[in-house]
């Protein structure tokens, strides 16, 4: 089958296109760093754009607490290096709690846990009042040996407890891991709120950042209990972070990864306007067409992604690429193991009407052809 060309975009919860701005500044940093390469110039030049970095992730993370930022390649290297970390610290017959919406980049590696005895509990409820009192029942009746939650689901973009569920973990000083990929970017996120031990984030989807860019942030404390997970020397820590990091990275993704997390800073509040503009005129569109991923949770979503459901006997796939080949209008399937069946909307704050239409258009047609399918 032969490459579809892409007219409309709506999978920036996947993977954005970058920002301009990002794209010109590592450009400019590859041309500055090129000549110099791994000489003495060339390392001081490394070391000085991972710290401007890591210092710019901290502040758009709301980071005032002890801690430092990881730069790594993405946020599932984050999650799967965080979990790892503490996971090696749990028996069989521990606890692990998380939620039933997570990405497979947590539920794999907690799936791996649970083939050697650990016991996973998955969260749910149809409201943050719900999931807190699930949460707060499973801490009464046993002491969890960590938990790990989406800040905002990749299934449905709702926005989960992530403080609330803070306060309660951190009463009882339980490891608490925060999966932000869907997050930083779209929504605000204060890890002093948070209360995390660890809070992991990618550059390439609603920061508009170069792909193969992200990080995890780590307290003290996560430090502190997992001293054999820093890759660093003994007694050695650098400045702002980077305790997690191993090997050289590439300045120039480094430096657009920093330029995206500043221009965020400076941008925020009018993109999550915006974004919640499109949002509304996306789901004028839609929901008259398609039943919505998740009419029970009565709580915030996020303002860049929307969610629809098909009938079981439709399949998410074969929709997602007549969209595309037809159309060209990309989207999300969301496949099995993803409930529920249906596809995934995103967008960037830079969406216009020219993609929306075409959106419409795609989608109006696509629904008016399964009506038409649909037995009698």
């Not at 791996?112 to 699930?134: H, Q, T």
């Not at 999300?332 to 075409?358: H, M, Q």
Request: hydrophobic fraction near 45%; include cysteine.
């Amino acid at each position: 089958m032969r490459s579809a060309t892409i007219k409309a975009y709506f999978n920036y919860g996947g993977l954005a296109r970058p920002d301009e701005r990002v794209l010109h500044r590592a450009a400019a940093v590859e041309r500055e760093f090129a000549p110099l390469l791994y000489s003495e110039d060339g390392v001081r030049m490394l070391e000085a754009t991972l710290g401007a970095a890591r210092q710019a992730a901290a502040s758009l993370l709301g980071a005032r607490a002890s801690g430092g930022v990881s730069l790594l390649p993405n946020s599932s290297t984050a999650l799967n290096l965080a979990i790892s970390i503490v996971g090696q610290t749990l028996a069989p017959g521990d606890i692990a709690i998380t939620t039933d919406q997570e990405h497979p980049c947590v539920a794999w590696p907690l799936a791996r846990l649970a083939a050697r005895g650990v016991k996973v509990v998955a969260l749910g409820g149809g409201s943050p009042a719900e999931f807190l009192d699930g949460l707060g029942a499973t801490l009464r009746e046993r002491r969890p040996g960590f938990a790990v939650f989406s800040h905002v689901s990749c299934k449905d973009g709702r926005v989960l407890p992530v403080e609330e569920a803070g306060a309660l973990l951190a009463a009882r000083e339980i490891p608490y891991i925060v999966d932000g990929a869907q997050a930083l970017g779209q929504v605000a996120v204060d890890l002093a709120r948070i209360g995390a031990w660890a809070y992991a984030f990618t550059g390439h989807k609603w920061l508009c950042g170069p792909m193969g860019m992200g990080g995890l942030w780590t307290g003290e404390r996560f430090l502190r209990a997992n001293r054999l997970a820093w890759s660093g020397p003994l007694g050695f820590a650098r400045a702002g972070g980077g305790e997690l990091e191993s090997g050289t990275l590439n300045c120039a993704l480094v430096a657009g990864m920093a330029e995206a997390l500043r221009l965020c800073a400076a941008e925020l509040p009018q993109r999550v306007a915006m974004l919640a503009k499109i949002r509304a005129r996306v789901a004028a569109m839609l929901d008259p067409l398609y039943a919505n991923a998740d009419p029970r949770w009565a709580g915030p979503h996020a303002p860049g992604m929307l969610a629809y459901d098909l009938p079981p006997d439709s399949n998410s796939e074969e929709l997602a690429a007549a969209a595309l080949h037809r159309y060209g209008v990309a989207i999300k399937p969301l496949r099995a193991p993803y409930e529920p069946n249906g596809f995934r909307i995103t967008y960037s704050p830079r969406t216009g009407d020219a993609e929306l239409g075409l959106l419409g258009d795609a989608m109006r047609a696509l629904a008016a052809e399964s009506k038409l399918d649909a037995p009698n």
